[in-house]
């Protein structure tokens, strides 16, 4: 529709209470335990109670037959604004920037954004088999069960296409394990070598071992509310520069190699009012590399096709000079289902806050954060971005 330039920004709105509920590689406890942990542990730390919190927005796969509204019956909640996001790996950023919109609307004073789930034993394969319409009706009963497939589909023509090797890939995956041995919630503990990176069993060529996160129980949440709310609480706090999401992005490409974030990287600098070369750290969704290397170069940090380059000539790890996935990633700390989705997000904000579990960022100032989900069979279909800046608080 032309000229957005009067998109408004988040002037006076700030997230805050970063919590993860420490996950675990099989559990039997349901995602709603999850969640309630993680909504118990927001209360705890912002010292509000049930009544307090008036929003809440949920993401989650092993939730149903519930949705979001039913969490409120369970938990004595009475939100008079509710949202149920299932995008994935872009839920963090999309339920940051919606519930922003309702805050600086003055429909809501403090939302909760929870996501979590279980993983049974059997959880993973239940949810491949009921993901989506077309994994029920024509991958999963021909034998393409899952996104190894896809994401082998995505890697190799990527490699093709720009000359990556597998050595580029293992520059992510290592750098993040050296992040991850420092966080205590990582479930991936031992160093991992490029020679291990390069050893490791194949999977879905030439997707091997180290490329794929391994899916576990876990939850991550956070607040959204007004400036002087947070300082009140005497809670530290992230500003919200600027936001985008993107759905069904470039859907003519017969093999997905962009996303939705190179549609609008422009607007999405232009409103944050810095450049990616300002950014302290940036939080990629990393379900597998490729992904990585595509959000760096959609987000503007190297032009297409450069990002093999671009890891090359950088170091990764938080005393590197480009920190990235600063906790590990979930290629090294774990997938609990859609709260991957906002591991990155819920990281950014503590290294912001200074509050960093692992190693910290030295005068981190400001951080990307990028979300992608929903993968049908050739790509995925959800892009989303957030760029915050460090902003105080009392502590």
């Given at each position: 529709m032309g000229n957005r330039a009067h998109r408004k920004g988040y002037d006076g709105v700030v997230v805050t209470a970063p919590v993860t509920i420490p996950y675990e590689r099989y559990s039997?406890?349901?995602?709603?335990?999850?969640?309630?942990?993680?909504?118990?542990?927001?209360?705890?730390?912002s010292k509000l109670e049930a009544k307090d919190i008036d929003g809440l927005s949920v993401s989650s796969f092993t939730l149903f037959p519930d949705t979001a509204v039913a969490l409120t019956q369970h938990?004595?909640?009475?939100?008079?604004?509710?949202?149920?996001?299932?995008?994935?790996?872009a839920s963090g950023v999309v339920a940051l920037r919606r519930a922003a919109r309702a805050v600086a609307a003055g429909d809501v004073e403090v939302v909760a954004c929870v996501a979590g789930d279980a993983?049974?034993?059997?959880?993973?394969?239940?949810?491949?088999?009921?993901?989506?319409?077309?994994?029920?009706d024509a991958s999963y009963p021909y034998g393409s069960g899952g996104?190894?497939?896809?994401?082998?589909?995505?890697?190799r023509n990527y490699m093709n296409a720009y000359g990556v090797t597998r050595e580029d890939f293992g520059r992510i995956c290592v750098a993040q394990r050296v992040n991850a041995l420092s966080f205590p919630h990582a479930l991936m503990k031992k160093p991992l070598s490029m020679t291990d990176y390069l050893g490791a069993r194949a999977v879905a060529d030439p997707v091997h071992l180290f490329d794929c996160v391994m899916p576990c129980a876990g939850a991550e949440g956070f607040l959204v509310m007004r400036e002087e709310n947070a300082r009140a609480l005497g809670l530290p706090f992230a500003r919200i520069l600027s936001t985008t999401e993107r759905h069904n992005a470039f859907p003519d490409d017969p093999i997905q190699y962009r996303g939705g974030w190179a549609l609008d990287k422009d607007e999405f600098w232009a409103m944050a009012g810095v450049s990616p070369?300002?950014?302290?750290?940036?939080?990629?969704?990393?379900?597998?590399?490729?992904i990585v290397m595509m959000q760096i170069e959609d987000l503007g940090f190297c032009g297409k096709g450069e990002a093999a380059e671009f890891v090359r000539s950088r170091?990764?790890?938080?005393?590197?000079?480009?920190?990235?996935?600063?906790?590990?990633?979930q290629l090294s700390v774990?997938?609990?289902?859609?709260?991957?989705?906002?591991?990155?997000?819920?990281?950014?904000?503590?290294q912001?806050?200074?509050?960093?579990?692992?190693?910290?960022?030295?005068?981190?100032?400001?951080?990307?954060?990028?979300?992608?989900?929903?993968?049908?069979?050739?790509?995925?279909?959800?892009?989303?971005?957030?760029?915050?800046?460090?902003?105080?608080?009392?502590?």
């Open positions: 039997p406890k349901p995602a709603h335990w999850w969640i309630g942990r993680a909504l118990k542990t927001l209360s705890t730390r938990f004595g909640l009475s939100p008079r604004w509710l949202d149920h996001i299932p995008m994935g790996g993983n049974h034993v059997n959880s993973f394969r239940n949810t491949l088999t009921a993901f989506s319409r077309f994994s029920q996104p190894n497939a896809s994401f082998a589909l995505m890697t070369d300002a950014v302290d750290l940036f939080e990629t969704y990393d379900d597998y590399p490729v170091a990764l790890t938080v005393d590197g000079d480009f920190p990235h996935n600063t906790s590990g990633g774990g997938q609990a289902g859609a709260a991957g989705g906002y591991l990155g997000l819920v990281e950014a904000v503590r912001l806050t200074g509050e960093a579990l692992g190693a910290q960022v030295e005068n981190a100032k400001i951080a990307a954060v990028s979300g992608f989900g929903m993968i049908n069979f050739d790509r995925g279909l959800c892009t989303a971005a957030a760029v915050l800046v460090s902003g105080g608080g009392d502590g």
